[in-house]
């Protein structure tokens, strides 16, 4: 998946900080600045709880600071959205599994 992301804004935070790689590598709990390193050039995504700490420190939701995955997830839940529909529609029509909220909710998602 990281070799299809572009852009995200770590850098652009860590340094409006004045923080180098390293000292944010600490703030998340790396203790070092290799992993914040990989993750300003989308080699690597952080874990949640490692976004998350980001998220804190630059008080940036998430999605903002990683605009290049969030785009990437976005199509790639879009697309298994459409795979359950069509598996849910399948077989003569019939909604195997399907409760009537399930079915609202489906039918209210407009995931782009």
């Known amino acids: 998946m990281t070799k ?5 804004y770590v850098r652009a935070h860590r340094r ?3 923080l180098s790689q390293r000292q944010l590598g600490i703030l ?3 203790g070092h600045g290799s992993a914040v390193g990989r993750h ?3 080699v ?3 874990s949640l709880i490692v976004a998350l700490a980001y998220e804190i420190i630059f008080e940036i939701p998430v999605g903002q600071l990683f605009p290049g995955f969030r785009s990437v997830v ?3 839940v879009a697309r298994n959205l459409q795979d359950l529909k069509t598996d849910l529609d399948s077989t003569s029509g019939e909604r195997r599994g ?4 399930k079915t609202r909710w489906l039918a209210q ?3 782009v």
Not at 98 to 101: A, C, L
């Open 4 to 8: 299809d992301v572009s852009g995200n």
């Open 44 to 46: 690597s995504a952080p």
């Open 16 to 18: 409006r900080c004045g």
């Open 109 to 111: 998602q407009r995931i």
């Open 40 to 42: 300003e050039r989308s």
């Open 74 to 76: 976005m199509k790639s």
């Open 28 to 30: 998340v709990g790396y």
């Open 98 to 101: 399907s409760s009537p909220e």
